[in-house]
């Protein structure tokens, strides 16, 4: 079954917000079987909302939106829907009690009207409960032209919607599902895109299996695609065992979860040393649930004085090479190492820009050192790019460097 | 001028890749003045990229589309633009040698043909130079059924598209722009979207201003778009000054942006001592340029262990309260000052979950301590959502509080 995303929201055209709920449904879709054909962003206006609706409608099985359910005047996916499809809009007396309980709890005097429009539900739809925020998401079984469609509304701030999406919404989609497409993918660390793709195309030659690519400052991710699960899963083996001890371990697409399980699997523990990367790392890894049976902590020494103060590196390390030098780092990392008691470690000190470049030290030079129990090793970095590039792939660089110093242990 | 943007990739839709090219695209043509009206999302596919364009050239001036222009044959934005306008593809020698020569840098022996397909540029189109990977960028001025179109080709990595489009795009853009729509913004820390909306419209009423508000956990932002560009400036001032001191300075629409201009105004510096938050906070002052003015460092002390050995919180409080308590967050962030040596401090502490809750310590429970000067306060939250909201909540609020704090200085 196709399934299309309408995002709404004049933020996500402004950049004010960016938008990760297609990521997230994205993901979920996918691991179920389903895929997103197509995506389309839109004003909070009701005539582009249409035009989305009739270009989506026509091509898809399942339509999702985000957004426009609250109870503000651009809040209005709920009417344009029901506009398109020809459905009349009631309210649901149940919604308006649960609507008028919360407010009450606000304790911010007389509900206004406005806060109603939100237990404004089509005929036939079934009530999402929203058990993060006020708005409810719907579920319609309708048609357009004489074909059925299926249009589920759901809330446009993350926190609401993904839960939603999860418990209410996944369950009745993999009961209805009939035809699927099934993906295999998995990561190469540190590879070049066109050779990968070569030896990839050597296996995979003809077979009804499509095939794509993304490559990041980590590596390159593979996606194998098709109706025939068995077969993507032979040939996901094989090309697996093809590229060896490059791929990441348990299907991972991401560094920080294959430092993670690689550490977890020795009963490692991890420290960070950061400066120019200021807690990416250390915030990284925390991401990750469960992150405590690895990760111990880290010192984020932005300023020199700390480098020296909390980190205890030598003031003629600082003044001799400089808080951006293979010896500083050396130290940040032993250091770290040490004092949190720690197996393994990662320290960065770099120039991230704009500013803080000198004649030999350039906006774009790293300093990544780790160690894992008695190895250790530090390697210089010219990285290209904003600072928000350079930040990233020393955080993607630091990692590389564990994952091997890992497998040399 | 009405410009659409194309995002293509498979990734995007699969949600492997969180899509920020729109994000970023978005926020540099409002600050110009332009506004996307729309946005798709499309896959690898000829065939759903023709439909796009279908459907958003004939609503559109100006036509980006990004990713699809690299060496892979999962890479073939320039043909089916070619094909949809009918214009040829010839190869640059130019560019050939470029690439050639760039091939030899890498030492990866003979360079393979396919590599040469980002030298194929469409008749008469512009070449945009990509001086952070391989894959040129495009501009074409051309037409569909007798109206002009300009359409821009930009590479999907963000390190490539980013600065092509502020060096190369940016500047012959804003040469050609006539009419323009002007935004005029701010944000309101910590307001219910609501109550915003309410006294925003009494302000505005039927004047020709279109308003808009995105609620996050940091506030409301408020958005008037408009072509008359003084009539937003003053009306965005009436309402700044009715917002009065819950009004970022600066035209500010992030929390973390207004915090460092409030310490740098101040000439105090920051330290935070992180738990549950895992560096998150010290990672989003760090991200802004000339953030070492202000912040000197952090302490993530994510064991129980960190935080008494290098945050020297005394064992007692850890044993009687508990890591997640007000009392630790409370010496947590005195001590970070005291031991940082700075005017002022955050502390967090709490259960982000999944895992971590007790009966008593539910996920969610989290206790943010901050101190400027002598003034310190430290707040209990119960936050609902996932581990990323949590997260993203405690931050958030982290901010608020300290703001707060540095008004009442």
Redesign the interface.
Known sequence: MKVSVI?T????????????N?????????AAGF??????????SGR?MT??LA?LVP?SDIIITTGGL?????DITRQVVCEFFGLKLMEDPELRKKLEAHWLC?K?GHA?E??FSQAQVPENAVVLEN??GTAPGLWLNTQKNGCSKIIILLPG???EL??MFSEEVMPKLTAIAAERTF?E?FMVAGA????I??QV?AVIGYLPVE??????AEGV?V?L?GPDRPLLKTKAAELKKLFGIAVLANDS?SLVEEVSFQLRSRKFTLS?A?S????????A???L????DV?????????N??KG??LGIPGEILIKHGAVSEECVAAMVDNVCA???TDAGIAVSGIA????ATEDKPVGLVFIGVRVKELAEVRKFNF??????V???AVANAFRMLRELLFRQ
């Open positions: 995002s929201g004049s933020e996500l055209l402004r950049g004010t917000t960016v938008n990760t297609l990521a997230f449904l994205g993901q979920a879709l996918t895929s997103i054909e197509r995506g389309a962003i839109v004003p909070d582009s035009e989305a270009n091509v609250g109870p503000t005047s651009d606000l911010r206004p406005a806060l058990r993060n701030p993350p926190s993904e839960p993906t993918h070049a895109e066109l050779m793709q070569q195309e095939l794509a690519y993304c490559a990041s991710r996606f695609t697409l960070t950061e120019c990367t200021g807690g990416m790392i250390a915030a890894i925390t991401d649930a469960g992150s405590s990760f111990k902590g880290s010192i984020v020494a932005y300023s004085e700390i103060k909390i004092r949190f008691d820009g704009p500013g803080g290209r790019g904003s600072r928000e590039t930040r990233n792939r």
